[in-house]
């Protein structure tokens, strides 16, 4: 059995993350829609419903067409996301109206946010010595 390098060990398990994550956005913003607002945890607003759908579309997109480098982007660009969110729910900058955050949605968006981005950052991998260099003319 061969053994996989580091940072292929986290760009696998970038895929892992987000082959299940995407869909369960998907599934998020379609509950927001036909649960009853006294069922939910979170927001229920149409936008952040929207919101939830479009982005786990993206993801799963991501995952399809991309693979393991495409789950890196999306878990590290949803993480600074929703690290975004979080401060914007805090200190009611766009789209906290928009969006109607609750506070376990503030509790999530910095939980997710830093495991996400830390992910990402790990599947990235070390930058290769001399890349940069090849690229200057």
């Not at 991998?125 to 003319?137: T, W």
Request: no cysteine; glycine share 16%.
């Amino acid at each position: 059995m061969s053994r996989l390098s580091a940072p292929a060990t986290w760009e696998a398990r970038n895929l892992a993350v987000a082959s299940g994550f995407a869909p369960l956005l998907v599934l998020t913003g379609v509950l927001g829609f036909v649960l009853p607002p006294g069922w939910a945890l979170l927001s229920g607003a149409p936008a952040y419903n929207l919101f939830h759908i479009a982005s786990g579309l993206l993801g799963t997109g991501l995952v399809w067409g991309a693979r393991s480098r495409g789950a890196v982007g999306f878990n590290l660009g949803f993480g600074l996301i929703d690290l975004y969110q979080a401060l914007a729910g805090s200190a009611d900058l766009f789209p906290a109206a928009l969006f109607a955050y609750l506070p376990l949605d503030d509790v999530l968006h910095v939980a997710l946010g830093l495991g996400l981005v830390g992910l990402g950052v790990l599947g990235r991998g070390r930058p290769r010595p001399g890349r940069l260099r090849d690229r200057v003319i």
